[in-house]
């Protein structure tokens, strides 16, 4: 009882789950790729770091925050595909995905280094208008004696510790999308959890069926979903009560928050399942009482 229908039903949802959220992880890279979230998100990440604004108004020929945003992104270290030439930051249409920290220091030494003053301190008290910006950078000055290596090794830290704190506003944003995805993934091939536990319960998996779906990552997404209780029937299901649309939908919310989890998570998780499997009978196969061979 427990390696046939207990084991295909676990093999079969956990298949399910891995098909969803690889799917769902190609459209949702699809979509990033496309819509250039990586990019856009780095971009406005950076904004709020260094506090800076479309419409901040300079001050007394000081760079605003929205200056030295700009002046990176016109700096080939920071961004080697975009010419240079943008006067504003509503004109910088081509942005990079990443930006290699320490790039990003010599940038950011280079554009302050470029503002009036004898040494680093008074660059940054006569050049830098954001109150913030600028007693961070007056700090570093500080610490490190003005030493080119000692301030690049400062400013390298600062953005990484920026990063982090902009890659999990991103990553919860991804789950988000992940999450929207996945459900409409579900609602379009009715990948209803309560129906796929139900189903898989009341008819066990072929020794063929099995198969395909243990072996999921190697065979083809359509393969994998035909060999599994899924889609839509013939007829749209108008006679379902409110109760049933209530469970299936459940159902739905079930399937795509499983997609959280990661393609990878499930796919080893389908692994785990079919070798415990392996250790028992095979689906159709009749077992031989011993002595009987011959």
Not at 135 to 158: C, I, M, N, P, Y
Not at 194 to 219: N, V
Request: with cysteine; charged share 20%.
């Amino acid at each position: 009882m427990f390696n046939s229908v207990v084991l295909e039903t676990i093999t079969g949802i956990v298949a399910c789950f891995a098909m969803v959220a690889l799917l769902t992880s190609s459209i949702n890279e699809a979509l990033a790729s496309f819509l250039g979230r990586r990019a856009n998100e780095l971009f406005h990440g950076l904004g709020r770091v260094l506090n800076a604004h479309l419409d901040a108004p300079a001050a007394d020929g000081k760079k605003t925050s929205a200056d030295i945003l700009l002046g990176l992104y016109n700096h080939a270290l920071v961004n080697p595909r975009g010419d240079g030439r943008a006067k504003g930051l509503a004109d910088i249409h081509i942005k990079p995905s990443y930006i290699e920290p320490l790039q990003f220091a010599d940038a950011l030494l280079e554009l302050v280094q470029q503002l009036p003053g004898e040494t680093l301190s008074a660059k940054v008290e006569n050049g830098i208008a954001d109150p913030q910006l600028k007693a961070f950078l007056l700090g570093v000055a500080t610490r490190t004696q003005s030493e080119t290596a000692k301030v690049r090794d400062e400013l390298v830290r600062w953005f990484n510790n920026s990063m982090d704190r902009i890659s999990g506003d991103y990553k919860r944003k991804v789950q988000l999308w992940t999450f929207v995805i996945a459900l409409a993934v579900a609602v379009f091939f009715n990948i209803d959890f309560f129906h796929l536990f139900k189903s898989l319960w009341q008819h066990p998996l072929s020794a063929e069926q099995y198969q395909l779906i243990a072996d999921a990552q190697q065979k083809p997404l359509g393969d994998v979903l035909d060999a599994l209780p899924l889609g839509w029937p013939d007829r749209f299901p108008s006679s379902d009560t409110t109760p049933d649309w209530l469970i299936r939908i459940l159902g739905w919310m079930v399937t795509a928050t499983s997609a959280l989890f990661g393609a990878p998570f499930w796919f080893d998780l389908l692994g785990r399942v079919t070798r415990l499997k392996g250790a028992g009978e095979q689906p159709g196969a009749k077992a031989e009482a011993p002595g009987n061979s011959g």
